[in-house]
């Protein structure tokens, strides 16, 4: 992984920008793979039935920067493990194209690579499964879902099991969307 942004738009695809922020060791960021996350957030958007051209960013950040962001958008004094701007709800964090040309600009999502190494470790799991689950749940986010309700919680844990099977809650709890952002 690079400090350059790794875009890809082709007909008919979607532009997903993905890159590190300057919050991120470079060492952090080496063992990612932006084309299986890529895939994976191509994956959401396609069983959602989003247009193609369709974008939104996803910045791997560390800690401190995820506290700042929290802090400031949500005026809570602690790292959370993603957060999500929609663009649609005036939500959108300034992220590397400040005047996007997508069809339809999502917005940006923002993941502690270290909260899911952290959170991985307590629920058994590998930590890249860790961060795909923060990235779906970031992509549902932005697509509209929450789980602020309990109904709304069950909804929006069966679309994140659906594309990462039911492995990412075992064990966490009802109440484990409640950290998210």
């Keep these: ?16 920008d993905i890159e590190p922020h300057a919050s991120l060791p470079l060492a952090d960021a080496a063992g ?7 895939r ?17 960013t996803l910045l791997l950040a560390a800690n401190e920067y995820l ?17 999500a701007f929609g663009a649609s709800e005036g939500e959108e964090f300034p ?12 917005g940006d999502i923002v993941v502690s690579l270290s909260l899911a190494r952290e959170q991985a470790l307590a629920a058994g799991i590998e930590p890249v499964e860790e961060l795909h689950h ?11 879902y929450d789980h602020e309700e ?9 679309q994140e099991e659906s594309f ?4 990412i809650h075992a064990g966490r709890g009802a109440g484990s969307h409640a950290q998210h952002g």
Excluded: C, K
């Design 67 to 83: 506290r700042e962001l929290n802090r400031e958008y949500r005026e809570t004094d602690e790292p959370t493990d993603v957060l």
């Design 95 to 106: 992220s590397a194209d400040d005047e996007p040309d997508e069809a339809e600009y999502l």
């Design 150 to 158: 309990p109904a709304d919680d069950e909804v929006m844990r069966a």
């Design 1 to 16: 992984m690079t400090g350059e942004p790794d875009t890809t738009t082709e007909p008919g695809s979607f532009s997903i």
């Design 32 to 38: 990612v793979d932006i084309e299986e996350l890529r």
């Design 40 to 56: 994976l957030i191509a994956r959401v958007l396609t069983a959602e039935d989003l247009e193609p051209g369709t974008g939104l």
């Design 134 to 144: 923060l990235v779906v749940h970031g992509v549902l986010h932005l697509l509209g």
């Design 164 to 167: 990462l099977g039911s492995r």
